[in-house]
C-alpha cells in the first residue's frame, strides 16, 4: 500500500482507489446497501432509545441542563474499537487509521466539534425551559431551514419528491406539538420561556447549517473508517466544550447531588440511565453522519424527523402516552411524507441504471463501429496491394 500521501494534500479519488480503498459512497459498492441499512438502524434505535431514556431521566427528578448536554457526546470511546480493531487487532483492512487525516480535515472536525457542541447546549437549555409541544413546535422548523441550506451550501437540487416530503413532515411535527399542548406549564416565567424560545431556535438553526456542512466536508471523504475518524474528533471536541463548561458552572458537584439525593430511583439506576442515554445518543448521532456520507444532508435531516413518528409510537407502547386524533394524523403524514421521499429516491435510482445501461450500450455499439471499420480498412488494404 501506497503510504506517501503528504500532509497537507487530501488524497485524490484516483489515490484512493490505487491504494485498495474502496469508494463505498458509490451506490454500485458492495458495502453500500449493508452499510446504508446498518447507519439508518443505527439512527432509529439511536433516536428512539435516546428519547425514551431522556424522558425516564426527567421523569424520575432528573433535571441537570449539563448532563443532558454532556450525555450527547460523552459516547465518543465507543468508537475507539471500529476504527482501531480492524486493523491492528483482526488485520482484516490495509488502511492504518488516520492516514488520510490532513491537517485541514482535523481542523475542520474540531470547528465542527465546537458547532455541535453548542447545538447540544442549545437544545438541553431550550428542553429544560420549553414544555414538549412548544420545543417540538419550535424544532420542526428545523428541516425547512436543511432544505435551504442543502441548496445554498451544496446545490441540493429542488424536486417535487423531497419538498412534498419537507411539507408533510413539517406538517406531522406542527401537529404533533399542537396535540401536546397540555405539556404547557402555566407559571413558567417570561424570562425563562424567552431564553428558552431562542436556545431552541438556535439549536434547530445550528443542526440544520451542520447537516450540509457536513456532506460538504464529506464529498473529500470515500471510506466510512475516515467518517468515523471524523465523528471522533469532532465528539471529543464537543464533548471538550460540554466538559469546560460543566466545570466552570458547578455541573459536577451537581451532577453528584442529583444521583444522590434528588432522582427518586437512586444512584445506581441514575448511572445506568445516563451510561444508556451516552450510548443511545453515539448510536444516533453516528448513524446521522452516516447517513449524510452515504446520502445527502437533506436525506438525513428527513430520515431523523420521520423518526419523530416512532417516537410518539415507542412513548405511548412504554409510558403508555395518550395517543389521540391528532398524533394518529401526525403519524400518518409522517409515514406518507418518508415513504414519498423513499419512492422519489427509488425512481431516481431506477432512471440513472437505465441511463448508465444506456451510455454503456452506445459506447459498446461506438466500440462495435470501430472495430467494423478497421476492418473494412484492413480488408481494402489488403486488397489494394493484391
Not at 464529506?218 to 466544550?241: D, G, H, P, R
Not at 460543566?246 to 447531588?257: C, F, L, T, V
Request: proline share 3%.
Amino acid at each position: 500500500m501506497n503510504k506517501t500521501t503528504t500532509a497537507t494534500t487530501p488524497p485524490t479519488r484516483t489515490q484512493l482507489h490505487g491504494q485498495g480503498v474502496e469508494d463505498q459512497k458509490a451506490k454500485t459498492s458492495k458495502s453500500y446497501l449493508v452499510l446504508l441499512v446498518t447507519n439508518y438502524l443505527c439512527l432509529f434505535v439511536g433516536s428512539v432509545s435516546a428519547s425514551l431514556l431522556s424522558k425516564y431521566y426527567f421523569n424520575h427528578k432528573g433535571s441537570s441542563r449539563w448532563v443532558s448536554t454532556w450525555v450527547q457526546c460523552a459516547g465518543f470511546p465507543l468508537l475507539l474499537p471500529p476504527i482501531f480493531l480492524p486493523y491492528y487487532l483482526f488485520k482484516c483492512t490495509d488502511r492504518r487509521p488516520f492516514s488520510h487525516f490532513t491537517t485541514k480535515v482535523l481542523t475542520l472536525s474540531i470547528l465542527v466539534g465546537f458547532l455541535l457542541g453548542l447545538n447540544n447546549l442549545l437544545f438541553s437549555w431550550g428542553n429544560s425551559y420549553l414544555p414538549v409541544s412548544t420545543s417540538a413546535l419550535l424544532l420542526s422548523s428545523q428541516l425547512l431551514f436543511n432544505l435551504v441550506f442543502s441548496v445554498i451550501i451544496v446545490k441540493q437540487k429542488i424536486t417535487f419528491s423531497n419538498l412534498n416530503c419537507v411539507i408533510l413532515l413539517t406538517l406531522s411535527s406542527v401537529l404533533l406539538a399542537l396535540g401536546s399542548s397540555h405539556d404547557k406549564s402555566p407559571d413558567l416565567p417570561k424570562s425563562k420561556y424567552f431564553i428558552g424560545f431562542f436556545c431552541t431556535v438556535g439549536a434547530g438553526l445550528l443542526f440544520a447549517l451542520y447537516l450540509p456542512v457536513m456532506e460538504m466536508i464529506y464529498k473529500k471523504v470515500y471510506c466510512y473508517s475516515m467518517v468515523m475518524e471524523m465523528q471522533l474528533v469532532m465528539e471529543i471536541a464537543a464533548t471538550a466544550l460540554a466538559t469546560v463548561g460543566m466545570a466552570s458552572d458547578g455541573g459536577y458537584p451537581e451532577m453528584k447531588r442529583e444521583a444522590q439525593t434528588v432522582y427518586d430511583k437512586g444512584p445506581v439506576v441514575y448511572c445506568l440511565t445516563i451510561i444508556g442515554n451516552v450510548v443511545t445518543w453515539q448510536l444516533c448521532f453516528m448513524g446521522t453522519a452516516g447517513m449524510v456520507f452515504l446520502t445527502s444532508s437533506l436525506t438525513g435531516g428527513i430520515s431523523m424527523t420521520a423518526i419523530l413518528a416512532m417516537n410518539v409510537i415507542a412513548g405511548v407502547v412504554v409510558y403508555g402516552d395518550s395517543f389521540g386524533g391528532v398524533k394518529a394524523v401526525s403519524t400518518v403524514l409522517c409515514a406518507w411524507g418518508f415513504c414519498s421521499y423513499v419512492y422519489g429516491m427509488y425512481v431516481k435510482l431506477k432512471l440513472q441504471e437505465k441511463e448508465k445501461f444506456g451510455e454503456a450500450e452506445k459506447v459498446e455499439s461506438q466500440k462495435e463501429m470501430v472495430q467494423i471499420n478497421v476492418t473494412t480498412a484492413a480488408a481494402a488494404a489488403a486488397d489494394a496491394s493484391v
